[in-house]
């Protein structure tokens, strides 16, 4: 049963044990100032030991404050963190779990007070200031050298962050990204910035895989569409890129109601890694309510997709992959696609977040656990 599930693939010569992978997902568990808390180790343990072949830590900051969400976000910026960062790849590498972190700079959506951007286009009431060449240059430079870090803390890979309508996103997506100059206007102008980044990332690394959560729709009618994030889909491929972990969707549209109304089904951002699929032959993960053994196996079958993410559905029961594969899937407890997204409620009030669908003693636990 689900013999395309439980196979191998290859990444970028890494064997990966299954096709099953955990997508980033941020919870609050990192202490104040970003370090490796032990909440956050305990916690990605558990995932690791679920057995998933791989886990994308969620995203880590290149550059703090000015690109971080929070103040719990994972830096990736200084070294002060390579000690934490270490512990968390031996602790998921421990489980015999592949790890790999995500490195990001939220741009617009950072949570400081006058945050940077492409350009100077609102967002939730802030102006945010627009990037300066040299400083373009600088943010370049700042990736490749967190990417290094990660290389160095023992992970297997390294993940750009290009989704959610974060950083990289802003320079691609035609709304937010009006500038004159040759990072702006045409599509090659606007995928400018992106392809920097990763040059500067590859050039640091050497061989290490480089993979990219990849934004194939913002969903809005005046955002990045798949008319064009395919076309970059294609030049992130010539530029070797290990894999590409299809979204869509950014703060700006998440919470429209007919996104609200999309992102209940099952498997809803799997047509986006198909349409993505179609162009490029490297591995392409697929996440989003893949609530399922036989949805994620019909989805292998039918090469929408080479690779899994599961990022709530792991988190709701970290027993998904066992009760999965024995035959035990009535015993799942599922992700509620109707509670109101309090997990990403949570963490964007800045609070640790939990799940609605614990039981009682996990969440009583839980709470004991964070005081
Ligand atoms: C609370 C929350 C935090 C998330 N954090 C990240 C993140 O750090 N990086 C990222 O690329 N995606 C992040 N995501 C998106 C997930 O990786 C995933 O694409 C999405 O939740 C759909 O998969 P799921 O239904 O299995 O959760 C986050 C989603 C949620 C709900």
Redesign the pocket.
Known sequence: MYTHLFSELKVSGITLKNRLTM?????GYAGEGGKVSSLLLEHYRLMAKSGVSMIVV??STIDHPTGSGSDRTLRADTNDNADGLKKLSSTIKQEGCLACL?INHAGRFAGVHEPVAPSAVETFGKIPKALSKTEIRSVVNRYADAALRVKNAGFDMVEL?G??GYLLAQFLSPRTNKRNDEYGGSFENRQRFALEVVTAVKNKVGDFPVGY?FLADEWLPDGLQLNESVRFARSLESECIAYLSV?GGTYESFFLPNIVSKSKENGY?VDLAAAVKREVHIPVIT????ATGSLAESILEEKKADLI??????WADPEWPEKTKTGKENDIVH?DPDCG?T??KL?MKKKP?FCVRWNHDKLKKWKNRIG
Do not use: F, S, W
Not at 23 to 27: E, G, H, R
């Open positions: 997508a980033p997902l941020y919870l969620e995203n995500q962050h989704g959610t959560r979204m951002m996440a989003g309510r893949i993410g599961l990022a709530r559905v792991l992700c997204d997990c990403m963490v977040a």
